[in-house]
């Protein structure tokens, strides 16, 4: 696992949580150390602090998207609201807002853990018109066309696809993401959405599959046959 976080103390708090809770840590001060350690170690997660130097953790995680689908975590301060929108519109799987708990950190840890982790049993992949999703090797296709998703989307996509046209609130979609801080984090679900309609629909502003249930959440559908 890697952390990049530039403040001595708060690093020294998280280095202890996830060791102690048996993750090999590789900590890291400054956004162009973390590109650089994530490329040579390959992490099965990253904890990002937005505000770092050399790189922020938004570039950080722009530049990541690009190469590799690991699990990223966000940390940013309240009086950063917009960083949260730019990084889950960038790819982040979820974020904390500082101050947080260290147990609430470690708890989102091991969701995102769990939820990159897959099924040792074989599965069969699921098409939704014109989408397909495998579980199994945690791949998307769109009309044949492969899809990049990240660990979260993934996740939101596999939920719905296993129940289609059926209408899932927000805070359902978050039981199969982070399933933490409800009141603050669905709007977690609301980025995702938008940019899985973004990869999947062919006019993003007229979903025809990923649709919204106004006053409930969304639901996936086969579309126009």
Do not use: W
Not at 60 to 71: A, G, K, M, N
Not at 188 to 204: G, S
Request: with cysteine; aromatic share 4%; hydrophobic share 40%.
């Amino acid at each position: 696992m890697l952390v990049a976080e530039d403040d001595e103390s708060q690093a020294e708090v998280l280095r202890r949580y996830l060791e102690a809770d048996g993750h090999h840590t590789v900590m890291v001060r400054d956004g162009q150390a973390a590109l650089e350690q994530i490329r040579a170690r390959q992490p099965e997660l990253v904890v990002l602090d937005v505000m770092m130097p050399r790189l922020d953790g938004l570039n950080v995680c722009r530049i990541l998207r690009d190469e590799s689908d690991v699990p990223v975590l966000i940390l940013t301060a309240r009086a950063s609201e917009d960083d949260v929108v730019i990084g889950l519109e960038l790819g982040a799987d979820d974020y904390l807002t500082k101050p947080y708990s260290p147990r609430e950190l470690m708890a989102r840890v091991r969701t995102l853990l769990r939820r990159g982790q897959r099924s040792p049993n074989p599965s069969t992949i699921r098409r939704v018109g014109r989408l397909g999703i495998d579980p199994q090797r945690h791949e998307v296709t769109a009309g044949g066309t492969p899809i990049d998703c990240t660990p979260g989307e993934f996740a939101i996509l596999a939920a719905m696809a296993e129940l289609p046209d059926r209408v899932f609130t927000r805070g359902q979609l978050l039981e199969h993401t982070s399933g933490l801080d409800r009141d603050s984090t669905e709007r977690t679900i609301d980025v995702h959405v938008m940019n899985l309609r973004r990869k999947i629909e062919a006019d993003p502003r007229r979903p025809a599959q990923l649709l919204t249930v106004y006053g409930i959440g969304y639901k996936l559908t086969a579309g126009a046959s």
